[in-house]
Nanobody, 124 residues
Framework: QVQLVESGGGLVQAGGSLRLSCAAS????????MGWFRQAPGKEREFVAA????????YYADSVKGRFTISRDNAKNTVYLQMNSLKPEDTAVYYC?????????????????WGQGTQVTVSS
């Protein structure tokens, strides 16, 4: 059974930083895209960032470009999301996802497996 477990969420002041981690287990993730999505209260889940298996390709939502960095350590089956210059509008539950993506790296349909989410709260 595939499991994705996020960690690293919490409460931070605006302008601060957090690093989210997502540890994958249960199968090999060779060739698999990893992504981060988020869902704020009352809103639909939205794409944040994605990274290819090799790490050579990364994708970001315009709202986080230049502030967030996605990376992965395949030896540890772990993907990270470094979040800097956080804003109150970044407040959301952040979800890790894994899947083939194809050309759907920015869309939920590109991912087969999801974590349970971790809460990020940014105070003003």
């Amino acid at each position: 059974q595939v499991q994705l477990v996020e960690s690293g969420g919490g409460l931070v002041q605006a302008g601060g930083s957090l690093r989210l981690s997502c540890a994958a287990s249960g199968r090999t993730f060779s060739g698999v895209f990893m992504g981060w999505f988020r869902q704020a209260p009352g809103k639909e889940r939205e794409f944040v960032a994605a990274i290819s298996w090799s790490g050579g390709s990364t994708y970001y939502a315009d709202s986080v470009k230049g502030r967030f960095t996605i990376s992965r350590d395949n030896a540890k089956n772990t993907v990270y999301l470094q979040m800097n210059s956080l804003k109150p509008e970044d407040t959301a539950v952040y979800y890790c996802a894994a899947g083939p993506a194809g050309r759907l790296e920015r869309h939920e349909e590109g991912y087969d497996y999801w974590g349970q989410g971790t809460q990020v709260t940014v105070s003003s």
